[in-house]
């Protein structure tokens, strides 16, 4: 059964619905093109699209793209594919752009009504006139401009008569408001720039809250979420709604309509919730970015990185974000996870459903000489232990096998469960293995193990119950299909890898041992599968063939994550 969410949230919501404020409600996920979405939008994802869908809703996917210089189409169709990827489709797919007609309407609605004014200032003018926390501002020297000039003033800014930063619109508001961004915030820039949507129709663009708020009364969203930062943005989003009032001004919407766009006008509710947060991670577009831009990392889908992309490439599966979403849940309150919380989540989803495999990733021989030359037979394997469902599989076994070279200790440790010289343990449903000779090269490096299989320990058999030490993994050495094997850790050394109070970077806390290739050898059932398909390699953790670089002729495997926590901080 689906779980049901609690949280502040879907309380406002079921509230909002059982009272009749809202017949149905309205989300939408806002990205901002300007780079690849990372493990915290998965958070914003899930939830605006997840409370669409609980509550019979729609969620609409708008791209707030009102910053040409830093946005790119590239964003646009990698966003667009992650969302899909999550789990999620979109009522309708919107751009702020779609609405720029509707924004200069809008403000040219404010300079009408006294609410807006065209500024001289500098952007440093602008800055010193705007005050502290603790000390007002002061008003423009043009705050009193005529509307008459105004609307001239503006006119010509949107024709492209003036140069970029030369003048803005600005909201007329509250210089000594207590909350800086009520300080007759800027609305509009000029920028001559072309835009990915627009081309070069418009010499200026509105600003993130103008647009954002605007954009979010156009389509009817009825709950607009938001991480905590906007918190004190609220009562500017809810003065651009009000003083706009587009229900009541329906003409404002004409160039939509003309454009068979549908348009609900309603009055959105900002809420905010706390952003997601994991430790040894950074979150911010800028800083992946960054990361990619210097080469720190090998592209936006880098295994290491955290990246929706990246992550999706190592391996981690929509439903083990979710579930971590789910396990971190919604409210105001500031917090980090612990990066466990992830690994957690993807190990759960996985164990519950990614076949098994066996493969030897730093192989040693081991040669069972009592098993005529040239043996070979077929042993049969369920594909999940706890799954009947997914089946069985034929698992190739003979004389010359793999294992892995730290199963065998020729001094071991106290309380070691594996081969030892003499000692026995189970080969993984084959029977009960003795170690008689240890083989070494010129330089004392073992290079060989030599054995004798118990020929009454073979699984159905009697002597199969007699008890052993342990049990290890293996794959037949002339069966065994070639791989390579990249085994990943975290990217970060600290806990805190953009903490910048000690005068470090987070560039300075990278992991030197972040990613390793070796070649391992799978069972042949582990090849011939497609790009993306996870398995657990039994004992050694959960694997993903390479989404890039694998083919059944040539597999590629990333390890998603080890079986258990193993960091050692
Ligand atoms: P960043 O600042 O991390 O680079 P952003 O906030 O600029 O990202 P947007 O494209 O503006 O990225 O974000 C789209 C939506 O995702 C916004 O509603 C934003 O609040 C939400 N979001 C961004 N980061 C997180 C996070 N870490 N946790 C939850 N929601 C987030
Ligand atoms: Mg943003
Ligand atoms: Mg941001």
């Known amino acids: 059964a689906a779980p049901v969410r609690q949280d502040f949230i879907r309380q406002i919501v079921r509230e909002d619905l059982a009272s009749g404020k809202h017949a149905a409600i309205r989300t939408r996920f806002p990205p901002e093109p300007n780079g690849y979405l990372h493990i915290g939008h998965a958070k914003a994802i ?38 899909r990827w999550l789990g999620f489709e979109w009522s309708e797919l919107r751009h702020a752009s779609d609405y720029f007609d509707v924004y200069y309407r809008a403000a040219t609605k404010l300079i009408e009504q006294g609410d807006a004014f065209v500024c001289d200032l500098t952007a440093e003018q602008v800055r010193e006139y705007r005050g502290t926390l603790i000390e007002p501002g002061r008003n423009s020297p043009f705050r009193d401009r005529s509307v008459a000039e105004n609307l001239d003033l503006f006119a010509r800014m949107r024709a492209g008569e003036f140069a970029d930063g030369t003048r803005t619109l600005r909201a007329k508001i509250d210089m000594a408001s207590g909350n800086i961004n009520l300080r007759d915030p800027a609305l509009y820039r000029i920028k001559q720039v072309a835009h990915q949507n627009t081309g070069d129709a418009w010499p200026i663009y509105p600003m993130y809250d103008f647009a954002h708020a605007l954009g979010d009364a156009v389509e009817g969203i009825t709950h607009s979420l938001c991480t905590l930062e906007f918190e004190d943005h609220r009562p500017l989003y809810d003065w651009v709604v009000d003083k706009v009032d587009l229900a009541s001004n329906p003409e404002l919407l004409a160039s939509l309509t003309e454009r068979g766009l549908p348009v609900v006008a309603a009055k959105p509710r900002q809420i905010e919730f706390s952003r997601l947060n994991i430790n040894y991670t950074v979150m911010s577009k800028r800083k992946l970015t960054q990361l990619v831009a210097d080469g720190l990392v090998d592209g936006w889908d880098d295994p290491r990185m955290y990246t929706l992309q990246g992550l999706r490439r ?23 996870i612990d990066f466990s919380v992830l690994e957690g989540a993807l190990r759960d989803d996985l164990d519950a459903r990614a076949p098994r495999r066996m493969a030897v990733i730093d192989p040693l021989k081991l040669v069972l000489t009592n098993l005529p030359e040239g043996h070979s037979e077929t042993l049969t394997f369920p594909n999940h232990p706890k799954d009947e469902a997914q089946g069985t599989r034929e698992v190739p076994f003979s004389r010359q096998l793999w294992i892995e070279r730290d199963d065998f200790a020729e001094v071991p440790p106290k309380g070691w469960k594996r081969l030892v010289p003499g000692g026995e343990v189970r080969l993984r449903g084959a029977g009960i293995v003795r170690v008689d000779e240890v083989v070494k090269d010129a330089d004392g490096r073992i290079v060989e193990l030599q054995g ?6 073979r699984p159905g058999m009697e002597g199969a119950n007699r008890k052993v030490k342990g049990t290890i993994h293996w794959v037949s050495a002339a069966h065994a299909v070639e791989a390579e094997v990249r085994l990943f850790d975290r990217l970060f050394v600290v ?46 953790g959960y694997f993903v063939a390479d989404r890039v670089d694998h083919t059944p002729a040539r597999p590629v495997f990333n390890r998603s994550v080890t079986l258990r926590d193993t960091w050692a901080a």
Request: net charge negative; proline share 6%; hydrophobic share 30%.
């Open 46 to 83: 899930c939830l605006d699209f997840g409370i669409a869908a609980e509550f019979d809703g729609r969620c609409n996917l708008r791209f707030d793209d009102t910053n040409p210089e830093k946005e790119d189409l590239e964003f646009v169709r990698a966003i667009e594919d992650d969302v």
């Open 314 to 336: 190592r391996g981690y599966t929509p439903a083990s974000l979710r579930l971590l979403v789910d396990r971190v849940g919604i409210s105001k309150q500031n917090s980090v």
């Open 452 to 457: 004798t299989l118990d020929p009454e320990s």
């Open 495 to 540: 806990e805190k890898p953009d903490d910048e109070s000690t005068g470090k970077t987070y560039r300075d806390h990278l992991n030197p041992d972040s990613k390793r290739s070796v070649t391992g050898y799978l069972e042949p059932a582990a090849a011939q599968v497609a790009p993306e398909q996870s398995f657990q390699f039994e004992r050694t």
